[in-house]
């Protein structure tokens, strides 16, 4: 029997890569008298990574990195006017609509009749509730939790503080980095539905995921399916290769 | 009898207000060819109170607006190079040491002998939380609670989330418009402990005090004897005058 379902939000529940490919193209336009759109991306990414100890993750983040990179890239020839263009685009990042996946309304209806619901997401404190807020479906959640990274040891936290068994929880999400891994490496229930555009950082080398079981959905309206199964313990994971 | 003691953490547990003021010497500094001193902090306190909707608290939220607060003020003129010295200032604050209050540490170690505590604190997630641990004395608190902002629907929240009564609960913080008339107006104990350095932001004009009652000290060893007066119902908090 499951307890919980828990949910990344940020491409899981609505889109939200698209809005970050939206602000590169807005440097990379800035850039373009410096370099190709494939270096600024790759100078942008290499800033990121750097920067992730200082900042960790969210929109206030991105932002800054753009500033730093077109800093940087350019030799610091760049000019205050085309910074304010870069902060533009990262304000209009904040305050976009929440633009829901497809099915993910009437999912989290149809889950919520039966079984506690949890959104656990990482990045800006601030953004994050208030896209949930705007989301309009804030109320199926009995649990929303913000947090800056997500690792086992964040997954093992949240379990002990709502007195979770991991195996009676399940992930949803469409990072196998920060969704999936973590949870199966615990015993917990994951189940990876990917998006169609994901961060570089998110990404996974096939050794990082060893013998870890999770389950693959193609569309968040399968998901009802595989919990009645999962509570009726029917349910067989994939085996890690994806088959 | 006192249930739970709160503590706000910046310039309540530990020193923050002079990261903040030694970034925006390096501000003033590179903006020195253009304004004064006085008229950069103006621009500065302008552009972060626009932005707080979009950004929320924090150094990050504080590094986007001295970014954007440079090129405004030198009409678009400013360089990358100085743009990274910015970013350079804003990098320094977030891995700077934390630097505790003087007699935070052993007031915490004993209030938490006899009361659960729990830190209240708003800015950047992974900040606040990095700030926590390197502060040495997260293992006093039962409970950290990282939010956006701080008002009496944030209070509410919480004393419903943790099943405080206002009666029983007690803030402790710098900040009389964060920390303690949202506190006194729910009907909970506050003790004010003023800072002598105070973001514009956070003052409060005497008209906003109305009648609410709180208390006042100097020094937070001071607080273990107020403590033992509330559990014993002995106390009676100042007049909102301050007298």
């Known amino acids: 029997m499951i307890d ?4 990344d939000a940020d491409d899981t529940l609505w889109h939200n890569e698209p809005l970050y490919a939206e602000a590169q193209q807005v440097l990379a336009q800035v850039l373009s008298p410096y370099m190709d759109p494939e270096e600024v991306d790759r100078a942008l990414y290499a800033t990121e990574a750097q920067n992730l100890p200082y900042y960790g993750y969210g929109i206030k983040s991105f932002a800054l990195s753009m500033v ?3 800093c ?8 205050g006017e085309q910074i304010l263009e870069i902060i533009a685009a990262a304000k209009r990042m904040l305050s976009h609509p929440v633009r829901l996946l497809g099915r993910a309304e009437e999912t989290l209806c149809e889950l919520a009749k039966s079984h506690r619901l949890m959104v656990i997401t990482k990045g800006d404190l ?3 509730s208030a896209k949930l807020a705007r989301s309009g479906v804030a109320h199926h959640f009995t649990y929303t939790e913000v947090v800056s990274d ?3 040891q964040t997954y093992r936290d949240l379990m002990n503080k709502h007195q979770i068994s991991a195996e009676r ?6 990072s196998l980095k920060s969704d999936i891994l973590p949870v199966a490496a615990l015993g917990g229930q994951a189940v990876w539905i990917p998006y169609h555009l994901t961060w570089q950082h998110e990404t996974v080398t096939p050794h990082q995921i060893g013998g870890l079981c999770y389950y693959e959905l193609d569309d968040i309206s399968q998901l ?3 919990i009645k199964q999962l509570d009726g313990s ?6 890690p290769d994806g088959s």
Chains 1, 2 share one sequence.
């Open 234 to 239: 029917q349910a067989t994971p994939n085996a």
């Open 68 to 70: 730093e990179t077109a």
């Open 150 to 152: 997500k690792t086992e």
């Open 126 to 128: 601030l953004d994050q």
């Open 72 to 79: 940087q890239v350019t030799g610091g020839k760049i000019q």
């Open 4 to 7: 919980v379902i828990a949910f």
């Open 169 to 174: 929880f399940v992930m949803v999400g469409n």
């Open 224 to 226: 009802p399916g595989l």
